[in-house]
C-alpha cells in the first residue's frame, strides 16, 4: 500500500517535471522576466498581495524591457506602439478571465457586469441601451445633485477648520464620492452628515470586493472555490456582496408608475435609476447598472481627488499658480460667496489652462487603476519582430507603468509637474497640440477602445469641480501623508491636513 508520503512526493515530483517541460517548451521561453513566473502564476499573486504591484512593475519593465514575462502564459508590455492594437476599438483582444472574478452570484447562477464579461456581444447588449446616458452632455444634468455633495463636504471640513482639529481628508473625500454617486443614481445618501459614521461600512466593502478581484485574478480558478462555490461561500466580500446592496435599494424604490407625477414636475432632476427604469423593465440588468455607477465611479473618483490634494499640498507653487488662475477668472470669488461654477465653464482650458494641466498631471502619475488590463491574444498570434505570441497568451498593459514613460515624458515622470502639460516657450500650436494628442494617446487612465471606462465624462465633472471648491475654499497644510495600497484600485489611506477658511 502506498503511503501518504509516498503519494505527495510522487505528486510534486510530477508538478515539477510537468512544470520543467511546459517552461521549457513554452514559445514565450525567449521572453524576458523574474524566473519564478516562468513557472507559476503564484508570482504574480504574491506581488499583488505585497500592495505595490505599480512600482514592481515599473522596475520589472525597466529591468528587463517593453515585453515581461510575468506568469507562464502572461506578458505585460509597455510598448507604446501596442496600446492600439491591444485595446482597439473592434475588441479583437477579449478580456482575460481575471475579470471573471467581478462576475456576481444571483441565486444559483453566475451573472456577467458589463465590466465582467469576456463576450464582446454580451458587453455590447449591456452597456449600449444606456451610453448615451454618459456622453459630455448628458452628465451635466446630473449637476445640481453634485453640488449636493460638494456642499455636504464643504460643511464637514469647514467643521474641522473651526475646531481646529486634524482632517481625515481621505475619509471625507471618500464619503463625498459615495454620497455624488449615490445622489447621482438614485437620488439617497448614505451619510448626509459627510463624516463618514455611515459609509464606512460601505467603503470598506468595496475595498475589499477590489482588493479581492486584484490577488484572486491573478489566478482565476481559485474564485470557483472561494466567492462562486455553491455550497459554501468562502472570503472576504466581493462583488456579490455589492450586487445585494443595489438590488435592496432598488426594490425599496418606487414602482415606475407611481413616480409619474413627480417626474413630471418641471423642476424635477431625474437621477440615472430614472432612466434605467425607462430602458429596462430587467430587474438584475438595473442592478448591474447600479453597481457599475456606485461601486467602480466611487473608487475612481475618490482616488483621482485624494492623490491631487496631496500632490498640491506637496507643491507649494502649483496650489499656488492653481488658486491664482481661479482668482484671476473670478471663481474664487464666487465659490467662497456660497454660488457654485458651472462645469461648461470649467472645461474652458483657454480660460483654465494650469486647472487642465493639474487634472492631466495627477491622471498620470496616480491613475485609479494600478494592475494590467488583460486581454487575450486573438486567432493567429501576434509578431513583433522576432516574438510570436500564440493564440490565447495574456498580455496586458499596465497605466501606472505606461504613464511613466519617460522617452514620452520627459527625464522626470516620477514629478508632479503639471508645467509639461503647457506649450513650452519653443513650440508654436501644431507642435504643441501635435505633443499632446500623442501624450493623450498614451493615457490609460480610463482604458482604451471598445471597453474603454463610459464614466470618464461623469468623473470629470465630480473631480474638476470638487478641486475646484476645495482650493477656493481652503488652504491646506499636510499633516501627515497617505498610505498607498496598490491593488486593482490605486487607493490612498489615511491623509491628514489641517485646513483653515480663506
Same mark, same amino acid.
Given at each position: 500500500?502506498?503511503?501518504?508520503?509516498?503519494?505527495?512526493?510522487?505528486?510534486?515530483?510530477?508538478?515539477?517535471?510537468s512544470?520543467?517541460?511546459?517552461?521549457?517548451?513554452?514559445p514565450?521561453?525567449?521572453?524576458?522576466?523574474?524566473?519564478?513566473?516562468?513557472?507559476?502564476?503564484?508570482?504574480?499573486?504574491?506581488?499583488?498581495?505585497?500592495?505595490?504591484?505599480?512600482?514592481?512593475?515599473?522596475?520589472?519593465?525597466?529591468?528587463?524591457?517593453?515585453?515581461?514575462?510575468?506568469?507562464?502564459?502572461?506578458?505585460?508590455?509597455?510598448?507604446?506602439?501596442?496600446?492600439?492594437?491591444?485595446?482597439?476599438?473592434?475588441?479583437?483582444?477579449?478580456?482575460?478571465?481575471?475579470?471573471?472574478?467581478?462576475?456576481?452570484?444571483?441565486?444559483?447562477?453566475?451573472?456577467?457586469?458589463?465590466?465582467?464579461?469576456?463576450?464582446?456581444?454580451?458587453?455590447?447588449?449591456i452597456?449600449?441601451?444606456?451610453?448615451?446616458?454618459?456622453?459630455?452632455?448628458?452628465?451635466?444634468?446630473?449637476?445640481?445633485?453634485?453640488?449636493?455633495?460638494?456642499?455636504?463636504?464643504?460643511?464637514?471640513?469647514?467643521?474641522?477648520?473651526?475646531?481646529?482639529?486634524?482632517?481625515?481628508?481621505?475619509?471625507?473625500?471618500?464619503?463625498?464620492?459615495?454620497?455624488?454617486?449615490?445622489?447621482?443614481?438614485?437620488?439617497?445618501m448614505?451619510?448626509?452628515?459627510?463624516?463618514?459614521?455611515?459609509?464606512?461600512?460601505?467603503?470598506?466593502?468595496?475595498f475589499?470586493?477590489?482588493?479581492?478581484?486584484?490577488?484572486?485574478?491573478?489566478?482565476?480558478?481559485?474564485?470557483?472555490?472561494?466567492?462562486?462555490?455553491?455550497?459554501?461561500?468562502?472570503?472576504?466580500?466581493?462583488?456579490?456582496?455589492?450586487?445585494?446592496?443595489?438590488?435592496?435599494?432598488?426594490?425599496?424604490?418606487?414602482?415606475?408608475g407611481?413616480?409619474?407625477?413627480?417626474?413630471?414636475c418641471?423642476?424635477?432632476?431625474?437621477d440615472?435609476?430614472?432612466?434605467?427604469?425607462?430602458?429596462?423593465?430587467?430587474?438584475?440588468?438595473?442592478?448591474?447598472?447600479?453597481m457599475?455607477?456606485v461601486?467602480?465611479g466611487?473608487?475612481?473618483?475618490?482616488?483621482?481627488?485624494?492623490?491631487?490634494?496631496?500632490?498640491?499640498?506637496?507643491?507649494?507653487?502649483?496650489?499656488?499658480?492653481?488658486?491664482?488662475?481661479?482668482?484671476?477668472?473670478?471663481?474664487?470669488?464666487?465659490?467662497?460667496?456660497?454660488?457654485?461654477?458651472?462645469?461648461?465653464? &470649467?472645461?474652458?482650458? $483657454?480660460?483654465?489652462?494650469?486647472?487642465? @494641466? #493639474?487634472?492631466?498631471? %495627477?491622471?498620470? /502619475?496616480?491613475? =485609479?487603476?494600478?494592475?494590467?488590463?488583460?486581454?487575450?491574444?486573438?486567432?493567429?498570434?501576434?509578431?513583433?519582430?522576432?516574438?510570436? &505570441?500564440?493564440?490565447? $497568451?495574456?498580455?496586458?498593459?499596465?497605466? @501606472? #507603468?505606461?504613464?511613466? %514613460?519617460?522617452? /514620452?515624458?520627459? =527625464?522626470?515622470?516620477?514629478?508632479?509637474?503639471?508645467?509639461?502639460?503647457l506649450p513650452?516657450?519653443?513650440?508654436?500650436?501644431?507642435?504643441?497640440?501635435?505633443?499632446?494628442?500623442?501624450?493623450?494617446?498614451?493615457?490609460?487612465?480610463?482604458?482604451?477602445?471598445?471597453?474603454?471606462? =463610459?464614466?470618464?465624462?461623469?468623473?470629470?465633472?465630480?473631480?474638476?469641480?470638487?478641486?475646484?471648491?476645495?482650493?477656493?475654499?481652503?488652504?491646506?497644510?499636510?499633516?501627515?501623508?497617505?498610505?498607498?495600497?496598490?491593488?486593482?484600485?490605486?487607493?490612498?489611506?489615511?491623509?491628514?491636513?489641517?485646513?483653515?477658511?480663506?
Amino acid at each position: 500500500m502506498i503511503s501518504m508520503w509516498s503519494l505527495g512526493i510522487s505528486v510534486l515530483v510530477a508538478f515539477t517535471l510537468s512544470s520543467l517541460i511546459n517552461y521549457v517548451t513554452s514559445p514565450l521561453r525567449g521572453i524576458p522576466g523574474p524566473f519564478l513566473a516562468g513557472f507559476t502564476n503564484v508570482y504574480r499573486l504574491i506581488v499583488v498581495l505585497r500592495g505595490n504591484a505599480d512600482k514592481t512593475h515599473r522596475q520589472l519593465h525597466e529591468k528587463y524591457g517593453e515585453y515581461l514575462r510575468l506568469g507562464p502564459n502572461h506578458v505585460s508590455i509597455s510598448d507604446l506602439k501596442m496600446i492600439g492594437v491591444i485595446y482597439d476599438s473592434k475588441g479583437q483582444y477579449r478580456k482575460s478571465d481575471f475579470y471573471a472574478v467581478a462576475d456576481f452570484v444571483r441565486g444559483s447562477e453566475v451573472v456577467c457586469t458589463g465590466f465582467s464579461t469576456r463576450d464582446e456581444k454580451q458587453h455590447l447588449e449591456i452597456v449600449r441601451p444606456i451610453a448615451k446616458l454618459y456622453t459630455s452632455t448628458a452628465v451635466i444634468e446630473h449637476e445640481p445633485r453634485l453640488d449636493q455633495a460638494i456642499d455636504i463636504l464643504v460643511n464637514a471640513i469647514e467643521r474641522h477648520a473651526s475646531n481646529d482639529t486634524s482632517c481625515p481628508l481621505d475619509r471625507l473625500v471618500y464619503v463625498f464620492a459615495t454620497n455624488a454617486m449615490t445622489l447621482m443614481t438614485f437620488s439617497q445618501m448614505f451619510d448626509p452628515t459627510g463624516q463618514g459614521q455611515n459609509i464606512q461600512s460601505l467603503v470598506h466593502k468595496t475595498f475589499l470586493a477590489t482588493w479581492y478581484l486584484a490577488v484572486v485574478g491573478q489566478l482565476p480558478s481559485l474564485d470557483r472555490w472561494l466567492a462562486k462555490n455553491p455550497i459554501c461561500y468562502i472570503g472576504p466580500p466581493s462583488t456579490s456582496t455589492l450586487a445585494q446592496l443595489a438590488a435592496e435599494i432598488l426594490k425599496e424604490r418606487q414602482p415606475v408608475g407611481s413616480r409619474g407625477a413627480l417626474m413630471s414636475c418641471p423642476d424635477y432632476q431625474p437621477d440615472f435609476l430614472d432612466h434605467f427604469d425607462r430602458i429596462s423593465t430587467d430587474f438584475g440588468v438595473k442592478v448591474q447598472w447600479m453597481m457599475r455607477n456606485v461601486a467602480a465611479g466611487s473608487d475612481s473618483t475618490a482616488i483621482s481627488i485624494i492623490s491631487l490634494v496631496y500632490l498640491l499640498c506637496q507643491s507649494s507653487d502649483a496650489m499656488d499658480i492653481l488658486s491664482n488662475e481661479l482668482e484671476e477668472q473670478g471663481v474664487g470669488q464666487q465659490i467662497r460667496e456660497g454660488r457654485q461654477v458651472k462645469y461648461n465653464l &470649467l472645461q474652458d482650458a $483657454t480660460k483654465f489652462p494650469y486647472l487642465d @494641466a #493639474v487634472l492631466r498631471e %495627477n491622471r498620470r /502619475l496616480h491613475p =485609479p487603476v494600478a494592475l494590467g488590463m488583460e486581454r487575450v491574444v486573438p486567432r493567429g498570434g501576434f509578431k513583433h519582430g522576432d516574438m510570436f &505570441l500564440p493564440e490565447g $497568451t495574456i498580455v496586458s498593459m499596465n497605466p @501606472a #507603468v505606461v504613464h511613466y %514613460n519617460p522617452d /514620452l515624458f520627459g =527625464p522626470d515622470p516620477n514629478q508632479f509637474r503639471p508645467e509639461r502639460w503647457l506649450p513650452k516657450a519653443e513650440e508654436d500650436h501644431s507642435t504643441y497640440t501635435a505633443r499632446i494628442k500623442c501624450w493623450d494617446e498614451a493615457m490609460l487612465t480610463f482604458g482604451r477602445g471598445k471597453r474603454r471606462c =463610459p464614466g470618464n465624462h461623469l468623473s470629470d465633472m465630480e473631480v474638476r469641480k470638487c478641486i475646484v471648491t476645495l482650493v477656493a475654499r481652503f488652504s491646506f497644510d499636510l499633516e501627515k501623508g497617505p498610505s498607498k495600497h496598490a491593488y486593482w484600485f490605486h487607493y490612498l489611506k489615511d491623509l491628514y491636513v489641517r485646513v483653515a477658511v480663506k
